[in-house]
């Protein structure tokens, strides 16, 4: 039977369909019913069902290294936090969640730090993604709610894309703003961006600005459409701090605006002409802002725009910041944020106090906890024992990477639950514990647009994985809390959480789910996606908020917070005269714990790189391909430099997702300052002061194995796996004959060699197959044909063709080259080929090869093949 479920990677919240087959297998589509994709997928969720494998998962459970049953393992948790709370007390104990939790199981975390334990330490990883963004509502509107949905993208007459690159890290999304563009040609699409993104391919303006500098032009645009009588003066009676807000703008005149951010005039102009001519203008938001030392005040000079002007509240209106995980928001809801409540309440005494009565407890917390950069670095000084990290991996996401693995492993206890048997974090637990994972487990996740849908299970769980809420439960049982936590299905959960959202709320919160508190276990299991608050006044849920003004301060007013533009705290300087932007790149996701499974994911970029601009590559003596070091006061990373010019000169750019497990030296986040934004704690990953040189090795080359190989760090590796066979890209000093010596000398294979003073090319055969393949270059990155090379590990070449494949290349025919459509598998030479052969147009290409016809990812590539190659 087909199962109705939600996509796990960004908060879009794609529905799909899982369909069990004969085989055992199970097809995943797109479901064309759910309101959010509407049938469409991005690449990785096309991919999910090569995931559903049970390689590197983590199948029991274990303590100090040993395998455990579960009660053992339950037990040794539970007995040891609660000695350290009796030792210590409540505060020396802290959970660290993640977006990819569902609510239910996020509920129950909460429950038991903030509810029984008695501590404010529990915080997530959303803290590094969307936190601003939480402090820009709440300040704005009084609570953590989004005014907008998506239908917005199609009524919208202009689109602000501010700090996103959307093609790539919410493609759905952003084909359906394509769509509706193209449904209204009128329809104008603005990109603040100081890097040239493939999001800038669509856009009819782009704003490459001074990084950090966007609140000064939004500012300026609150300040020009003042005096140009752009604003609406019906609201003002609705608003607060509107006078404030106006006389801090002021000083960001055109010619100020222009000087800070260092834009043209004349484009500054163009755009907020562009708001002010459009009736229905949307901004949508995403790291660029929030990812900021002043990510809140940027989160709001936004917000102040849209309720000034009285573009809020009204279709295609409005501030809309994109969530980065399924549920980031499902999190803010039950108060997995350390500076939150359940159910959106703060700490003051008569929350604390309705939190008591509610949940029966006299330890409800009755303060903040810590974020999680303090939260890590109360770890490093030894004033939190114990942490349990669950579905989530700080050991390389977090900033200042190298002191949070110091922490970790000085910590007295680490408590680790997650699906993955091997990351970065949990090589650093004391205990680890299964959890299930996507497929196997049920709940609910909220999106970007308050839409909350089920993810269900249509797989059996494997080894003895277990639901999070239940590890969670059998944990607070153990420590004394069993009346509290006597959940027997999730729905049990959902149904309380529920409640608590309108537990004496009386219309006074804005998060109401009230209307489903008395859902059945078969009507939570037949939930369909709806839209918060569902609660008597809106039991279908309800798309906007604030269209009639009433907001959720307690005099029902909206609030303008006036902004003092800053800039970002790390500056240039001549130790360090590079800024370093971080973020995502097309198919990876995170910290690849799941992509990187794919093979098809890993062919678009597939090893760690660097944007620079080839001003600076001349500056530093790089080249496009050459290897470099990036270092900070932090850090260093080892990665591929690529030449462009949409990189700003200055600037260089780094994607977030490699980690231990896929190169030895290219985690990012080792790099990156802990400097927060002060009202939010959220870091300022965005901007970084680096310096940067070549990486001196004498040889490059990769190495393909039928068995995964252990390669240290006596070379720079970058892993890359290509199904039953694994490739490493390598960089190393002294003779490449040598380290390949060292690494194979015991086995008894055969060999094919190809050796001149500039390469070395070996191939090992055993029991009539190629068992290794090695390629190796002076100075530089040897040109293989990999996919080639793969092949003849499964089907070993002719005697005749073997030469072919010491060369690193086919016996004939032509290569596909790199891959551009991930989708469909279509490589740039077979793109190049097709122009070449009349294909003139995005159209044509996808007609002859398909490529661009799914998820819309590649197209902004096959637009700059065509430009660089016309038919």
Known sequence: MTRCTTCPYCGVGCGLQATPQPDGGVALSADTHHPANRGRLCVKGAALGDTLG????????????????????????????????????????AFYASGQLLTEDYYAANKLMKGFIGSGNIDTNSRLCMASAVVGYKRAFGADAVPCCYEDLEQTQLAIVAGSNAAWAHPVAWQRLLAARQARPATKIVVIDPRRTASCDD??????????????????????????????PRLWPQLNGLEATLAAAAAWTLPAVAQFCRLAEADILAFYRLFADSDRALTLYCMGINQSTSG???CNAIINLHLASGKIGRPGCGPFSLTGQPNAMGGREVGGLANQLACHMDFSEENVDRLRRFWHSERVATEPGLKAVALFEAIARGEVKAVWIMGTNPAVSLPDGLRVRQALTGCELVVVSDVSAKTDTTELAHILLPAQAWGEK?????????????????????????????????????????????????????????????????????????????????????????????????????????GSGRCYHPDGKARLIPIQPRLPVAKPAALWPLLLNTGRTRDQ??????????????????????????????????????????????????????????????????????????????????????????????????????????????????????????????????????????????????????WFAALAGHAHWRYQQAQ????????????????????????????????????????????????????????????????????YGVGERQIAQAIDEGCGTVEALGKRLRCGTNCGSCIPELKQLLARQPA
């Open 54 to 93: 049970h390689e590197g998962r983590l199948l029991s459970p274990q303590v100090d290294g040993a395998p455990a049953d579960w009660g053992f393992a339950l037990d040794s948790v539970a007995d040891r936090l609660s000695a350290i709370i009796r030792r210590h007390g409540p505060h020396a104990v």
């Open 203 to 232: 856009a009819d303006l782009h704003l490459p600005l001074r990084p950090g500098t966007d609140a000064a032009l939004f500012a300026g645009l609150l300040h020009w459409l003042h005096q140009q009588g752009g604003l609406d």
């Open 296 to 298: 809140s005040d940027k």
């Open 442 to 546: 049920d709940g609910t996740v909220t999106n970007s647009e308050r839409r909350i849908s089920r993810q269900r299970r249509f797989l059996t769980p494997a080894g003895e994985a277990r639901p999070d809420w239940w590890i969670i439960s059998q944990v607070a049982q153990r420590m004394g809390f069993a009346s509290a936590f006597a959940w027997h299905h999730p729905a049990a959960i959902f149904r309380e959480h529920a409640a608590l959202s309108g537990f004496e709320n009386q219309g006074r919160r804005a998060f109401d789910i009230s209307g489903l508190a008395t859902v059945t276990d078969d009507e939570w299991d037949r939930l369909t996606p709806v839209q918060w608050p569902v609660n008597a006044r809106h039991p279908q849920g309800q798309a906007r908020l604030f």
């Open 589 to 738: 996701w995170h910290t690849m714990t799941r992509t990187g499974l794919v093979s098809r994911l890993m062919q678009h970029q597939s090893e760690p790189w660097c944007d620079i601009h080839p001003l600076d590559a001349a500056r530093f003596g790089l080249e496009d391909g050459c290897l470099a070091r990036i270092q900070s006061a932090q850090g260093w990373v080892v990665v591929r430099c690529r030449l462009t010019s949409s990189q700003q000169p200055g600037c260089l750019f780094v994607p977030m997702h490699w980690n231990r497990q896929f190169c030895n030296m290219a985690n990012v986040d080792q790099l990156v300052a802990p400097h927060t934004c002060p009202f939010a704690g959220q870091p300022e990953s965005k901007q970084t002061a680096v310096r940067i040189q070549r990486y001196d090795c004498d040889w490059q080359g990769v190495v393909l194995a039928r068995q995964p190989l252990t390669l240290g760090d006596a070379v720079w590796w970058s892993r890359m796996p290509y199904g039953a066979v694994t490739a490493y890209w390598l960089a190393g000093s002294g003779a490449a004959s040598d």
């Open 756 to 823: 001149t003073p500039e390469v070395l090319h070996r191939l090992g055969w055993g029991d009539g197959a190629l068992q290794i393949a090695f390629y190796a270059a002076r100075g530089a990155q040897p040109v293989i044909d990999i996919p080639a090379v793969v092949a003849a590990f499964s089907d070993a070449p002719a005697p005749e063709d073997r030469l072919a494949l010491l060369a690193g290349q086919q016996a004939s025919g032509e290569a596909a080259g790199r891959t551009i459509c991930s989708c």
